[in-house]
Nanobody
Framework: QVELAESGGGSVEAGGSLRLSCVASGDIIRRACMGWVRQVPGMGREGVAL???????SYKDSVKGRFTISRDNPKNTLNLEMNNLKPEDTAMYYC??????????????????WGEGTQVTVSS
């Protein structure tokens, strides 16, 4: 059983920054596709950033140039640096892993392990 624990959420004004972190159990960070997925109540989940074991990164168009995903293998940590935040970035943010993908990513929300989430609120 993989455990993913997010931290770093909070409330900021538009234009502000936050850094989310996800600590994983074991060494899943270096063996799986990892991603950040967000969800607004009443809406479906939206993947915003992915990184596979080869270091290939993908971003949703809406966050390109503002969000940066990174992986710290020795610390078993996945990070998401979020700059120039907008009110539409307000959501619960989840750390996710695809353990059975052989290190490859299979889509924006195709994951088999999820954290509990951390809330990000951006006010205008």
């Amino acid at each position: 059983q993989v455990e993913l624990a997010e931290s770093g959420g909070g409330s900021v004004e538009a234009g502000g920054s936050l850094r989310l972190s996800c600590v994983a159990s074991g060494d899943i960070i270096r063996r799986a596709c990892m991603g950040w997925v967000r969800q607004v109540p009443g809406m479906g989940r939206e993947g915003v950033a992915l990184i596979n074991t080869d270091g290939i990164i993908s971003y949703k168009d809406s966050v390109k140039g503002r969000f940066t995903i990174s992986r710290d293998n020795p610390k078993n940590t996945l990070n998401l640096e979020m700059n120039n935040l907008k009110p539409e970035d307000t959501a619960m943010y989840y750390c996710a892993a695809l353990r059975r993908g052989g290190g490859l990513c299979g889509g924006w929300t195709n994951f088999d392990s999820w954290g509990e989430g951390t809330q990000v609120t951006v006010s205008s």
